[in-house]
């Protein structure tokens, strides 16, 4: 929705957070697949202002469009939040693989070594939100352990899934 630009500046700040990691998967020298996570996009949010300048650029021809500029504030709103006060304040924020090299463990390596840092870090249990639409997720962090504890909107009239991982019971 905002452009490559944008989504390569939020990942450098993801990768440069001191409470936030990126970690990718490999094979042959080829990034397969990340996963993304930290303790709340705050930090985060204000490490990619570092780069206002480019960032101003990237976001400029959103301005333009209300649904969004919409958006983004939802976004924002649910990143004060965290989607509640009793959820962990840790959080999966996102995790992807190439499609073809789906079904070859990747992501469950992935989400095995973001478990772990959390782990390493202290962190008791973090949470994942997912959306209505996303059935293969949906089936994928419940197969890893985790359970549905909320329904939330942070887009309005689009309905997400709040699910929890407590570390000592991750697969």
């Known amino acids: 929705m905002l452009g490559v630009g944008f989504v390569s500046l939020l990942y450098r700040a993801i990768d440069e957070c001191d409470d936030a990691v990126l970690l990718v998967a490999h094979v042959n020298g080829q990034a397969v697949g990340f996963v993304a996570g ?19 650029l990237e976001l400029l021809p959103s301005v333009f ?4 500029v ?3 504030f939802e976004i924002l709103r649910y990143s ?22 789906r079904g070859k463990g990747h992501a469950q390596s992935l989400y ?4 772990a840092h959390f782990r390493q870090r202290g962190v008791p249990a973090f949470r994942i939100v997912v959306g209505a639409a996303l059935a293969p997720a949906h089936q994928f962090y419940q197969r890893m352990g985790a359970s549905a504890v909320a329904q939330i909107a ?14 000592s019971a991750a697969k």
């Open 38 to 56: 930290g303790s709340g996009m705050g930090s985060i949010y204000r490490r990619m202002l570092r780069y206002w300048p480019r960032l101003f």
């Open 65 to 68: 469009s209300l649904s969004r």
């Open 70 to 72: 919409r958006r983004i």
């Open 80 to 101: 004060r939040s965290g989607g509640g006060e009793d959820l962990p304040a840790a959080e999966l924020f996102s995790i992807a693989v190439d499609p073809t090299f």
């Open 112 to 115: 095995g070594e973001l478990c």
């Open 154 to 167: 942070v887009h309005q009239g689009e309905s997400s899934t709040v699910y929890v991982l407590t570390l």
